[in-house]
Each structure stands twice: as structure tokens, then as C-alpha cells.
């Protein structure tokens, strides 16, 4: 009923390659754009936005550059959180070195420091394959995150080791720091992650994602119609690495305020990781369900129990959620092996033809 | 399916409800959370100090109805020492009106502390945190009595030096430490210690993932032969570290700990041979006090309590420095109540309260803890007081006091203290400082 597709005719091949080919899909995009953008900063609160929404969006940022890599074109990768880290700290120099600097420009330059370093670690893929290249790595994630703790030149020789946010200024309002509104971070991120999301939309449907999906679906046949697997590869490593080191340098900009150097090691990056596999690999839509489930649910169970009065001790409320968060994932996973995104298109599928199935 | 499906987009309604509608607190009580860990890497010795401080607070509920009939509304944010769980935390308890907040990780305190200036909730860091936040000028909502680590530092070398570190001229001492901010903080001090006292210092990192398996660094001591290991440990590296002494038969009275080492939990792991290990303490254990004469009767007895009691927690250093802890954070509730002529107090007053304890004997005595604490006082420029600490020593079942009261060498650590503070204050622009504070 509400997804009625009758009507709506294709004439050309252009409008049946359209990006949203269901007029519906389009106003819901448009309502979600509108609730992101207006609704729910006018009424969430202060916890809801720097515990639930700014996270979940950035998150979402890291599991979509993981996603070029692993879901479309097919290189597995353990060092995701590493590559969050060179953003990081990238950005922290910069800011550090040219202060008056133009927040989201050191926030796009940080990224070629990552890509760059991605770049680095790709290369073994030109080899090694699969589970072996995860390995490889795995190496960048121990080697990175070794390297924060003892190059206390990217810290500026802090004592404690750590890196800390101070206030950064951007058209006279604070955007960054301790000062910062939550709801300008709130559209800091929204708009770096809505512009980033956009690149990668187009850049996966066009001629380069193409690419990237004949050398995920089969390497050695994608070299025989004449594709170049390093220049492949690379372009995925590359264009991963700098989406990940953004969402590195939100991370610790935009949310955490300071951060030490295990921040980034491995747990974060199966964190990302997962986001990434529950959501669905090689699509788009799926890692901000992924996040939101890994992400915010948890949050959201923590506040159920005092929301209905129950006085559970904070420490059981946190094994319980750990319990329920694996269930959930089990279930989902069992539900549908591909992923949210993919139990989202079946859903819409059986949306367009309610109520009249075959 | 069907049905998973109906059940998934109700309780995704449930949830969604619950994460905006926020309780509202009580009109006669104040909210004290604790950003706990009992879960976690760190939860061995998390959960004593816990336990001490949640059973204080139930305790004077339970015995005077609170302070001045203000019910303490001690209440546990669990973050497992996790830094992201942190900020949740510290979000959640902002928004339901809490009135101090207690970090617990170096990590949670490095990402609130700058936010504590904006939000105007005091920190209270009892023995950890920056040793900087001593200069209550600079860091005007943080409060880190009766001791900091730098504090700690110069207390440890001066009784290993026998009170003259001039006695450890061309001695090695390492610095068995977590390779975390927390571990790292004493660093600076030492160094400068040891160049103008001549010994050598030898930091040896213990890395997050190490923390159960330090082969490799009892190796380097056993190589190094130090005279002297000194051990900033937290969580499962105190017992990893104590055992691996025990293995490499490193003499046991040549080891010593800050006050997080200082676990019975980890001790009782090796028993006799911990025997002469010792442990820095600004609190000393006295289960025979009043104070805790009342919380066994009160909150123990009955079935209050979340201690163990089979393996004699009650009489655990951390368990009743958990108790010192709380009884430091009431006792500012206290002044600020009393100052303000305020039942219910918020954050600003509270920081004032803090600000102003006066911990001195007779007050001690008063509370029925005397002997469990150094007295010691704090002010709008000195939020640390300085209290001073004791050596406790492990006897091969408990630890027992070992020392006078120690006291740290101010001369050293003041100075670089202020230049740390103001680094921090440069660091963070615009930053204020209290300048009404002589």
C-alpha cells in the first residue's frame, strides 16, 4: 500500500538504472534526511546526542570505509581501528601545527595521512589473499598503535601519552573542545558524514565500484576482461583508509575529546568490523544499521531498567546487555545471514506487494 | 518470522520510549554517582573499592537518614574502565542532576575534566587522576585528596632512601609501570628526582595486553638487578607482577607499590612468599573503628552488603579505603550543607564543600575513623591536601602498617606541578582560572 509501485514506469534505461527506482524509497530518504536534520536535534537531549546520535553516526563513518574495502572489493581487513588512530593523530597535529586552521579542512587533509598509510599496508594484497591478507593487516593495527604510545612527537610530548582536544574555532563558533554545543557537533558530523556518504554512494555505483565488485566477486576473471588488480586494490585501500581516518579524527574531535593510544587498538577495530558484517557487506544503508544496533541499542538497554523503575544494580544491567546485544547479533545473523540491509530489502520487497502476495 | 518481527518493532518502540523519557530524581536527596567497574579487565580491583564506598553511603542512610535528612543517593554508572562507556555515563548522570562526578579511569578523567569547567560538576578523584589537579587555580573543579601520585612517588623514594634520597646516589630503581596514562604519571617527577639525586631510573613499560604475562620484564629486572622495583599497577598486573617476583625470587623487601598495588586479593596469591612487600596507603584498614563497627552492623549484618565475606573482604585495605573515599565526598556534602545552609546542595555548592574539608583529627575522631586517615585540609589553590600516606607491609596473610606517617617532598613536586597545570591551561584555551584565590 504505501510502497505501490503501480504507476511508476520506466522509459529509458537511464531511469531504470535510477538511484532510487521506487518513487517511495526516495521520500524516505527524504523523511530520515529531515528527521536527522530538524527533527531530532530540536528535541533530543543532550545525553541522547553525545551518547547515541553523534556516535552512531560516526561509527557508521568507519563501517562505510571498511565496507569499500571488505564489501565491494572484497580485501579483508583487521586494521581498521589503526587507520582511525593515523587520522586521529594526524588531525591532532595539524590542528596543533596551524591552529587557525579551518577545522574541516584538517579534517580532510588527515584523511590522505591515512590513506597514505592504508595505501602502505595494501600492498601485501597484490599477493596475499583472504584470511592471509587479514593477517597482514593485523600487523598495521600492532605496528600503529605501538607506534602512538612511542612517538611522543604525535602527542606533543603530553606526560600522560595522551591527545586532547582543545577548543577549536570555526566562524566563530566553537565546534570542538570542551566549550563546543552538542548540537553544533551534532551538525559537524552530520554534515561531514551526510557529504562523505553521498561520495560514497556515487563513487560505488560508477565505474570505479564496478571495478571494485568484479575483483571481489573473482580476481583472476576481472584481470582476463582487463582490469588492473593493483590499481584496483590500491584505489579500494585508499579510498577505505581516508573515509576511516575522517571518521578517526570525528572520533576524537567531535566526540571523545581526548584519547590514548589503545583507544585504537584491535577491539575497536572488530567493533568496526562488526558494524560492518551485521549491517551487510558491500552495502551502504547497512552500516548505520549495524551501528545503531551495536552502538545505540546497548545504550538504550542500559536506560530501560530505571525508565520502568526497576532498580537493577549498573554492574548486572552491563552483563545483561552484553548477554542480550550476543543474542541479538546470533539472531539477526541466523535471521539473515547477508546482513540488516539485506533484511531490509526483503522487508521492502514484501512491502511493494502487501497485500497481495504470489 | 512474523512474529520475530512484531516482537523486534516492539521492543524497538520500548527501547526508543525508555532512552528519552529520563527519571526524575527525588526532591530529598542528593545524586553521588560512581562511574564504577566491576566488570572488566580492572574489576579485582574495582569491585573492594566499590563495595567500601556504596556501603558507607547505605550506612549513614541507614544510621542518620542520610546528612542533615538529605538522603545520599549514591548510585553506580558501570563502565568496565572502558573510556566510551565513560562519556555514557558521564552524559546519563549529568542529565539526571548528579552533583560530582567520580571518573575512577585516568582515561574518563582526561576526556571529563575539560568538560567540568563547562558543566560545573566537580571531579573527584580520591589518589588518582593528574597530579597537577593540585593547583586549584588551574583545575577548579577537580579534586584529587588526600594525596597524588607525584605525592606517592617521592613518599615511595624517600622510604626506600631512609627519608634522604641522597642515600640512593648510583642505585638503580625501576619503574615497573602500566603502559597507560595512568602508569606514565609519575614519570616526570622521577626523572627529575633521579637527576638531581643521582640514581639511576629504569622505566619498565608493562603493556595493556601484558598486564597477566610479564615474562619479559621480570627478565629485564632479573638482568638489571635493580636495587629497587618500584610498581604503578592496576587491576590484574599487581597479581601478575607479585607472582612473577615470587618466580624470579626477587627480594620481596625491595618491592614496592603505590596504593592501587596494594590489594590483599593478589597477596593472599602467593601468601608467605609476598612476605615484606610493601604498599604505599593513605588509608590504614581498622575493622575494630566505629565507622566500621556500623557498617557491619548495619549495612554487613543484614544483607546489604555486595562483599564477599567468605574471603574476608571486610577486612580488605581497598575495601575500607572504598569506605575513606565516600566518607571524604559526604564530609564535603557536609561542609557545603552546613556553609550554604542548603539540605539540598548542588554542584557549585558542593564544589565549595570540597574545596573546604577539613579532615583534622578531632573531626576524624568524630566520625569514628580516627588512625583510618591522615588528617589533612584543602583549599581554593591546594584541592590535593597533602595528607601524606603510610607504608603497609605484607605479613603473608595481611597487611600491616609499616611506617610513620610519610610525607611527600613538596619542594620537588610543587614547582613542576604549577608548570604542568599552566601547560595544561595553555593547551586548552581559553581556559579560567580562578584568580579570587590568594
Known sequence: MLYRTAGQFKTSYHADHALFPVRQDAWLLGVILVCAFVVIPAVASEFAINALLIPVLIYALAALGLNILTGYAGQLSLGTGAFMGVGAYACYKIITIFPDLNLVVAIALSGFFSAAVGVAFGLPSLRIKGFYLAIATLAAQFFLVWLFEKWSWLYNYNASGAIQVANVDMFGITVAGPNAAPVTQYYFVLGVVAVVTWFAINITRGRIGRVWKSVRDMDIAAELVGIDLMKAKLSAFAVSSYIVGIAGALFVFLWRGAAEPNLFDIPLSFRVLFIAIIGGLGSIMGNYLGAILIVALPVMLGTLPGAFGLTIASATVEHLNVMIIGALIIFFLIVEPHGLARLWAIIREKLIMWPFPH | ?438
Not at chain 2, 12 to 21: C, D, S, Y
Not at chain 2, 150 to 163: E, P, Q, T, V
Open chain 2, 1 to 438: 518470522m512474523r512474529l520475530f518481527g512484531k516482537l523486534a518493532i516492539a521492543s524497538a518502540i520500548a527501547v526508543a520510549g525508555a532512552a528519552i523519557a529520563l527519571p526524575a530524581s527525588a526532591e530529598d536527596s542528593v545524586k553521588l554517582p560512581n562511574l564504577s567497574y566491576r566488570t572488566g579487565p580492572f574489576a579485582a580491583t574495582g569491585i573492594p573499592l566499590m563495595n567500601g564506598q556504596r556501603d558507607y553511603m547505605l550506612m549513614l542512610n541507614e544510621r542518620d537518614g542520610g546528612i542533615n535528612g538529605v538522603k545520599l543517593g549514591y548510585e553506580e554508572c558501570e563502565t568496565g574502565y572502558n573510556t566510551e562507556k565513560g562519556v555514557e555515563c558521564y552524559e546519563k548522570m549529568k542529565a539526571e542532576g548528579a552533583i560530582v562526578t567520580q571518573p575512577w579511569s585516568t582515561g574518563i578523567t582526561l576526556q571529563v575534566l575539560p568538560k567540568s569547567n563547562v558543566d560545573k560538576i566537580p571531579i573527584l578523584a580520591p589518589g588518582y587522576g593528574f597530579s597537577a589537579m593540585q593547583d586549584g587555580k588551574t583545575f577548579q573543579w577537580a579534586f584529587n585528596p588526600p594525596a597524588s601520585y607525584w605525592d606517592g612517588a617521592s613518599m615511595i623514594l624517600n622510604s626506600i632512601a631512609d627519608g634522604n634520597l641522597d642515600n640512593l646516589k648510583g642505585k638503580k630503581v625501576a619503574f615497573l609501570h602500566l603502559d597507560h596514562p595512568f602508569g606514565k604519571e609519575p614519570i616526570p617527577l622521577l626523572e627529575a628526582l633521579a637527576a638531581k639525586h643521582g640514581f639511576t631510573l629504569l622505566p619498565i613499560p608493562v603493556g595493556l595486553k601484558e598486564m597477566q604475562n610479564q615474562s619479559a620484564q621480570w627478565l629485564q629486572i632479573r638482568r638489571e638487578r635493580p636495587d629497587f622495583v618500584v610498581m604503578w599497577g592496576w587491576g590484574a598486573m599487581n597479581a601478575g607482577a607479585i607472582t612473577e617476583a615470587v618466580k624470579t625470587k626477587y627480594p620481596m623487601n625491595q618491592f614496592v607499590g603505590i596504593w592501587w598495588s596494594g590489594l590483599d586479593g593478589d597477596l593472599k596469591l602467593v601468601g608467605d612468599a609476598g612476605k615484606g612487600y610493601r604498599s604505599l596507603s593513605w588509608s590504614l584498614p581498622n575493622s575494630e573503628s566505629k565507622i566500621m563497627k556500623d557498617i557491619k552492623q548495619l549495612v554487613v549484618e543484614p544483607g546489604h552488603s555486595l562483599i564477599n565475606r567468605d574471603a574476608g573482604e571486610f577486612e580488605w585495605v581497598f575495601y575500607q579505603r572504598g569506605v575513606m573515599i565516600s566518607l571524604m565526598l559526604a564530609e564535603g556534602v557536609k561542609t557545603a550543607q552546613d556553609h550554604f545552609d542548603a539540605k539540598v546542595i548542588n554542584a557549585e555548592q558542593l564544589r565549595w564543600g570540597l574545596e573546604n574539608l577539613k579532615l583534622d583529627d578531632a573531626r576524624l575522631k568524630e566520625l569514628g575513623a580516627d588512625g583510618m586517615l591522615p588528617p589533612f585540609s584543602t583549599s581554593c589553590s591546594n584541592h590535593t591536601g597533602h595528607s601524606g600516606a603510610w607504608m603497609l607491609e605484607w605479613d603473608g596473610t595481611k597487611f600491616v602498617q609499616a611506617s610513620d606517617l610519610l610525607q611527600a617532598d613538596r619542594a620537588a613536586i610543587d614547582p613542576i606541578a604549577e608548570k604542568a597545570a599552566k601547560e595544561y591551561a595553555d593547551a586548552n584555551q581559553p581556559w579560567p582560572v580562578n584568580g579570587e584565590c590568594k
